[in-house]
């Protein structure tokens, strides 16, 4: 089972990487809500000599300008096709006193692979006994 930690600014990414750390099984990656909160996580992780992706991965959401150019693996998604969807669900709110107004719409997004992510590392007891 995947924890769920969350944090809005430096201080909780920083205290975020320190609940994870302290796991008795930490993660192998880290999946942020917003790329920005994901570069915050990336810093606490290098303070405490944690290299990304080596031994853990980092994948933000959002696919801000930053993202690219902090090499920052990310989940893109469309804001035209979210404006689109939302104008639609607010139009037939207003004009159809019947609509379900606990629709709920699922759309698409894509990975953006970059220098933020990477296979997870074998256990060390995998790597004893393999070797």
Not at 30 to 55: C, G, H, K, N, W
């Amino acid at each position: 089972m995947s924890p769920t930690v969350g944090c809005r600014d430096k201080r909780g990414a920083t205290q975020a990487v320190g609940n994870l750390l302290s796991l008795r099984e930490p993660p192998t990656a880290i999946f942020a809500e917003q790329d920005e909160l994901a570069a915050s996580l990336i810093l606490s992780l290098r303070t405490v000599q944690i290299e990304v992706p080596d031994r853990i991965s980092v994948l933000g959401f959002d696919d801000q300008l930053m993202a690219e150019w902090l090499d920052l693996s990310t989940v893109a998604q469309s804001p035209s096709d979210m404006g689109r969807a939302a104008a639609e669900l607010a139009l037939e709110l207003i004009n159809d006193a019947d609509a379900d107004r606990a629709r709920h719409i699922v759309l698409p997004t894509h990975l953006i692979p970059r220098g933020t992510t990477a296979p997870p590392q074998r256990p060390h007891s995998e790597r004893e006994d393999n070797d």
